[in-house]
């Protein structure tokens, strides 16, 4: 009946939630028919203290009470491109070979100046991490939009700075492989964050238990980590 059904509302960062959340939910709903997911994909942060969201899956450093967080995965950031432009002319076998290649940006100028986001997901600062000085890092094509700059690197027009716990499912699946062999560690992480008065209801501790065992079960491509 209708008014059997129940609702959760799930804030996430638009990236994940494409490529890693939305891919999984049909699981989720197959042993959980009776739960409605409505999928909130936003760069904005969701006031969970408000009831805005019910859960929310967010990229950050730590949380403070009031809201409970468990880390899903620690963020580790490559450099990803499609099979056939690892392998083409020029080859990328080593990072300077990234002085020919095209740079494919993610804009960020709608974030925050002091976002996270925005600090880690350039290729100024992961070149800086990594210690290479890649001609004009400015050059490239940009995008206002991660999911287009992903689909921009599978079709081969160029490398892109990607997060292995979000491209998981598609580095899996040999759409983009990492031609150097190695990812940049940061102080970030993908977060489950909830009020903990929402823990009460079993919609919410369904979905919060079916989310951490999902985590738990992905194996990350293996990999040096600077």
């Known amino acids: 009946k209708q008014s059997d059904r129940q609702r959760l509302i799930v804030s996430a960062e638009p990236s ?15 042993v959980n028919s009776e739960i409605d997911v409505l999928i ?3 760069l904005e942060i969701t006031n969970l203290e408000r009831g805005d969201a019910d859960i929310a899956l967010r990229f950050s450093k730590r949380h403070d009470a009031p809201l409970v967080a468990h880390r899903l995965f620690d963020e580790r950031l490559g450099v990803f491109c499609s099979p056939a432009l690892a392998t083409g002319r020029p080859r990328l076998s080593q990072l300077q070979d ?24 350039s290729w100024e600062s992961w070149l800086e991490r990594a210690g290479v000085t890649a001609g ?7 995008f206002s939009d991660y999911n287009l700059l992903v689909q921009s690197a599978v079709a081969g027009q160029g490398v ?10 598609i580095i899996s699946a040999g759409l983009l492989v990492n ?7 940061t102080d970030m992480g993908y977060d489950l964050v909830l009020m903990p008065e929402t823990l009460e209801r079993p919609e919410v501790r369904c979905f919060a238990d ?7 079960s992905c194996t990350l491509p293996q990999m ?3």
């Open 136 to 142: 004009n890092r400015r050059n490239g094509i940009f």
């Open 210 to 216: 079916w989310i951490i065992a999902e985590a738990r």
């Open 98 to 121: 990234l002085e020919n290649a095209t740079l494919l940006h993610w804009d960020m100028s709608a974030l925050s100046p002091t976002s996270m986001t925005r600090k880690w997901m």
């Open 40 to 42: 909130n994909s936003s």
């Open 179 to 185: 031609p150097f062999g190695f990812s940049v560690d």
């Open 16 to 30: 994940f939630a494409t490529a890693w959340l939305v891919p999984r939910l049909d699981r989720f709903r197959a």
């Open 160 to 169: 892109i700075l990607g997060s292995l716990p979000v491209l998981n499912d």
């Open 224 to 226: 040096d980590v600077i």
